[in-house]
C-alpha cells in the first residue's frame, strides 16, 4: 500500500487499519454477511458518486439456509372494482347540486333552540369510502349544515389521503378535495384508532373545543328527513321509541315538507337537544336509532372515566351504558328522521339530489360466495321490476299532473318514496340471512398493494375480529357476566368493576 503523500505522522497507522479493513471486509464475504456486488455497487466511486438504492422490485429475503415460508391458499372469490358513486364530485371542481330547497338550513338556527353554538356531527372513518361519502351527501341533502360535519380520518395512513397518495381501490382511501367540496371538515387521528379509542377522541376533541353536547353518527347509514310526513315503519336497527306523555309523542308527529312545521332531521336533533336540558338533568345518550345516530352529553361520559379503551369493539357499549346506567344517567331511544343502517352503495349520489335523470338504485360492492349470488341476481331483477312498474305508473299520471298546479311537488314527492322504498331495501338487504352479512362491506375491498401504509386487507380484517374476541373477553372478565345488560341482569354496582366472580359455569 503506498504511503506516498500521506502526512508524517499518520504513516505508521495507514498500513495496520488498512490490512485490518481488508481482512474483515474478506471474512464478511466468506461468511455471505454481505453481497460482494451490492459491496461494490454501494461505494460512491463506484456508482457514480451516490449510495446505491436498493430497486423496489429486488428480492430482499434473507440469504440463509431456512426453508421458504408456506403461503396460504389465494382467495378464490373475485373482488369487483370499487367505483366513484359520485363521479360529479371527483372529477369537477364546480360546487355540488343545490339541496331541495325546503331543506335548506336556516343560518343560526340552533340559536332558536336556545344553543349558543351548532353542535358538531362527527362521523368517523376508516375503510369504505364509497360508504362515507353516500352517508355525509344524504345527511346534507337531508338538510344538515356542512359547516357541522366533522369526518374523523381515522385509517392509520398519516398524510396520505391529504397528499392525495392513495388511489380509490385502497380500502383507507379518502377523497379530501370531494369532501372539502361539499364543505365539511376533516380531522385526522394521529394512528389508527379502535371503536372506543375513536369514541374517547371525539369526547376528548369536544372537551378542547369547549362542545358539551355532540352528536355522532356511523358512516354505513343513509337518512332523510321527514319529507312525507308521518312514517311509522319499524326498520332493522330502530327499537321501541320513548315519549315522556301522550302530548310529547303528538308533538313528534311530523309534518311534511311545505308545511309550516316541518322540520328536517337537523331541527329536529336541535329540538330534541332543546327538549332534553329542559326535563332532564342527569342525561347521557339520545340514541336515534341505536348508536348509529347518537346525541351524546359529554359530562356523563366525563363522571364514568368515558369508554373503556381495552374493549375495542364489541362490547364496549355494554360496558359503557351499564356504567352510565348505574352512576343514574339517562339512556333513551327516541325519533328524530329515517335512518337505514346500510352495506351498500347507491350507483349514483345524483340521486340524493333528486335529479329526475338518475333512476335510485343500488349495488353490492362486497364478494359473494356463488351460493349467494342467485339470490342477489333476484334481489336485482326485483329491484328493476319494481323500477319498471313505477315508471309505467308515473307514466299514466303524467297527463293528470301536467293539469295540477303542484305537479312539481307531486313528481319530487313521488322520487322522495322511491328514495326511501331503495333504502329500505338497503337495509333489508344488509339484515338479510339472519344477519349473517351485516359486517361484509368493511372486508370488500383489497386493494392498495404498493401505497403508503398498505395492510393486507383479510389480515386487517382478521386482526379486527381477533381484537373484537378479546374485547368480549374483557367484558366478561371485568364484570363477571357474559351478555349485555348488566342492570337488568345482576345486582353489580360501578364499583364491582374486576372485583367479582363469574357467574356461569
Not at 311537488?409 to 313521488?414: D, I, N, T
Request: aromatic share 12%; hydrophobic share 35%; net charge negative.
Amino acid at each position: 500500500m503506498a504511503l506516498v503523500g500521506s502526512p508524517r505522522g499518520l504513516r505508521p497507522f495507514i498500513l495496520p487499519v488498512g490490512l485490518v479493513a481488508i481482512a474483515l471486509v474478506l471474512v464478511a464475504l466468506y461468511h455471505g454477511v454481505v453481497n460482494s456486488e451490492g459491496l461494490l455497487e454501494s461505494l460512491p466511486i463506484i456508482n457514480n458518486g451516490r449510495p446505491h438504492q436498493v430497486a423496489a422490485q429486488e428480492n430482499r429475503r434473507p440469504t440463509n439456509t431456512h426453508a421458504p415460508p408456506k403461503y396460504k391458499p389465494t382467495p378464490t372469490l373475485t373482488v369487483p372494482p370499487v367505483t366513484d358513486p359520485f363521479p360529479l364530485l371527483a372529477k369537477s371542481t364546480a360546487a355540488p347540486p343545490p339541496i331541495p330547497q325546503y331543506n335548506v338550513p336556516r343560518p343560526g338556527l340552533h340559536r332558536q333552540y336556545g344553543l349558543s353554538y351548532a353542535p358538531p356531527l362527527f362521523i368517523g372513518f376508516t375503510r369504505q369510502y364509497s360508504m362515507l361519502l353516500q352517508c355525509v351527501v344524504s345527511y346534507l341533502t337531508a338538510g344538515w349544515p356542512p359547516e357541522s360535519i366533522f369526518i374523523v380520518e381515522n385509517t392509520g395512513v398519516q398524510n396520505s389521503n391529504a397528499e392525495g397518495r392513495l388511489s380509490l381501490q385502497n380500502p383507507f382511501y379518502l377523497n379530501y378535495g370531494s369532501l372539502r367540496r361539499l364543505g365539511v371538515n376533516i380531522i385526522q387521528t394521529p394512528a389508527l384508532l379502535t371503536f372506543s379509542q375513536m369514541q374517547n377522541f371525539f369526547l376528548s376533541t369536544a372537551r378542547a373545543r369547549s362542545w358539551p353536547y355532540y352528536f355522532y353518527s356511523h358512516q354505513d347509514v343513509v337518512v332523510f328527513s321527514f319529507e312525507d310526513g308521518p312514517d311509522t315503519m319499524k326498520r332493522p336497527g330502530d327499537r321501541d321509541w320513548f315519549f315522556y306523555d301522550e302530548q310529547d309523542e303528538i308533538d313528534t308527529r311530523p309534518a311534511a315538507a311545505g308545511e309550516p312545521t316541518y322540520r328536517t332531521i337537523y331541527e329536529n336533533c336541535l329540538y330534541e337537544l332543546n327538549q332534553t336540558l329542559g326535563r332532564e338533568e342527569r342525561w347521557a345518550f339520545r340514541w336515534f336509532q341505536y348508536d348509529h345516530l347518537t346525541l351524546v352529553n359529554r359530562a356523563a361520559l366525563e363522571a364514568v372515566g368515558g369508554w373503556d379503551a381495552l374493549i375495542p369493539y364489541y362490547g364496549s357499549d355494554c360496558d359503557l351504558n351499564a356504567r352510565l346506567e348505574m352512576d343514574g344517567w339517562t339512556m333513551r331511544h327516541r325519533r328524530v328522521g329515517i335512518i337505514n343502517d346500510v352495506s351498500t352503495v347507491m350507483e349514483d349520489l345524483l340521486a340524493l339530489y333528486r335529479d329526475p335523470s338518475v333512476t335510485p338504485r343500488f349495488v353490492d360492492p362486497n364478494p359473494i360466495e356463488s351460493a349467494e349470488a342467485e339470490e342477489k341476481e333476484q334481489a336485482k331483477e326485483a329491484q328493476s321490476d319494481s323500477t319498471k312498474e313505477d315508471d309505467q305508473g308515473d307514466h299514466k299520471n303524467e297527463v293528470a299532473e301536467k293539469r295540477d298546479e303542484q305537479a312539481k311537488g307531486r313528481r319530487e314527492l313521488a322520487y322522495f318514496r322511491e328514495l326511501v322504498r331503495v333504502a329500505d331495501e338497503m337495509g333489508a338487504y344488509k339484515y338479510r340471512d339472519e344477519n349473517k352479512n351485516r359486517n361484509s362491506w368493511q372486508n370488500s375491498q383489497q386493494g392498495g398493494v404498493g401505497e403508503p401504509y398498505f395492510y393486507n386487507g383479510n389480515g386487517f380484517n382478521t386482526a379486527f375480529w381477533i381484537l373484537a374476541e378479546a374485547g368480549r373477553e374483557i367484558f366478561r372478565q371485568k364484570w363477571g357476566h357474559r351478555d349485555c345488560d348488566l342492570v337488568k341482569e345482576t345486582a353489580l354496582k360501578l364499583e364491582d368493576q374486576w372485583l367479582v366472580e363469574k357467574d356461569w359455569e
